[in-house]
């Protein structure tokens, strides 16, 4: 690969204070300090989109976003770093543009806005083959990294898990990471997906093709901790990611790992797990996101 990391991720563990009668170890992955542009598991995700490119000769790369997409930002990034030119394709107008889609630009990307409900069809023959002939040889990967070798990328994500975690939390957009690590990590050991948005249980279903037949039951996603929809937070949220920052000196991100680290302590607390659980947070970086929150966060 030609672009290296900033730094190799590591587990840094959590105080035992509130979960010590509950269960054997909480721990957090940090993904997020992989790449200071690209980070979390976005980086596992592109890898090998971004290597294929190479491979081929392949000088373009072309993927889908709202205006705040961790996603287009990393893509925009990683191929700057690559030496390719990219093209983001944007859900909606900004006339006045995010920070997220600013800095796409300042990577270089190409933006191209598409009103909502085209963007809705953004997979289908026509509208690909309209890009195609737009940007004609462009690697089109889909929406959040999520196609084959973006699976294959993050199963990279599970050899650092070592052996003994009993379970592995994960924070879901697509499910791309936690198909990966599923299909990668032993029989045996439960993967909890949290689903930012209201109603992303449905997520079980459309992952499940993805995941090899002798895992599909090692894995589930509850939607129970949504604070609102996608994108959304609450006064909540934000004084759980203030406090979860002074105590563990971990920053999280609003849209998925604030979400997702309140969820699993809510369900230790509740006795989920069973007393000898052994559990591996997945920090999968996205916090660029923050900007948009301003001064509320005290990091
Ligand atoms: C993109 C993203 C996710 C979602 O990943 P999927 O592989 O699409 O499920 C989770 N967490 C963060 C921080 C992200 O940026």
């Known amino acids: 690969m030609v672009i290296t990391p900033d730094r190799q991720p590591y587990i840094q563990p959590i105080s035992r204070e509130w979960y010590q009668s509950k269960v054997a170890e909480i721990a957090v992955l940090r993904l997020d300090v992989v790449h200071k542009d690209v980070s979390g598991n976005k980086w596992y995700k592109l890898r090998y989109n971004i290597q294929h490119c190479i491979d081929n000769n392949i000088d373009t790369i072309l993927s889908f976003g709202g205006g705040y997409s961790n996603h287009l930002a990393a893509t925009a990034a990683m191929a700057k770093l690559a030496g390719l030119k990219s093209v983001g394709v ?74 003994g975690y009993t379970h592995v939390a994960v924070s879901v957009g697509t499910g791309t990471t936690l198909a990966g690590l599923a299909n990668a990590l032993p029989i045996g050991t439960k993967v909890a997906g949290f ?75 509740d006795g989920v797990y069973p007393a000898d659980a052994r559990i591996l947070c997945i920090h999968t970086g996205g916090l660029q996101g923050n900007k948009s929150v301003g001064t509320q966060l005290g990091f």
Not at 113 to 125: D, G, L, M, P
Not at 126 to 149: K, S, T, V
Not at 233 to 242: P, V
């Open 90 to 163: 944007v859900r909606g107008n900004y006339p006045q543009l995010t920070t997220t889609l600013q800095f796409c630009i300042d990577n270089g990307m190409q933006l191209r806005a598409v009103a909502h409900e085209e963007y809705k069809r953004k997979n289908s023959e026509e509208m690909l083959g309209r890009f195609a002939e737009q940007f004609p040889g462009a690697f089109i990967i889909p929406e959040g990294g999520a196609n084959h070798l973006g699976r294959e990328g993050t199963k990279d994500i599970a050899g650092m898990i070592p052996s």
């Open 195 to 269: 689903a930012p948005m209201k109603g992303g249980a449905y997520l079980n279903e459309e992952v499940s093709e993805w995941i090899e037949d002798d895992k599909k039951s090692s894995y589930h996603i509850y939607d129970n901790w949504h604070f609102g929809g996608f994108g959304k937070h609450t006064d909540e949220l934000l004084h759980f990611m203030n406090d979860f920052h002074k105590e563990e000196n971990i920053p999280l991100d609003k849209v998925y790992t604030a979400k997702m680290m309140f969820g699993i302590r809510q369900q230790v607390l």
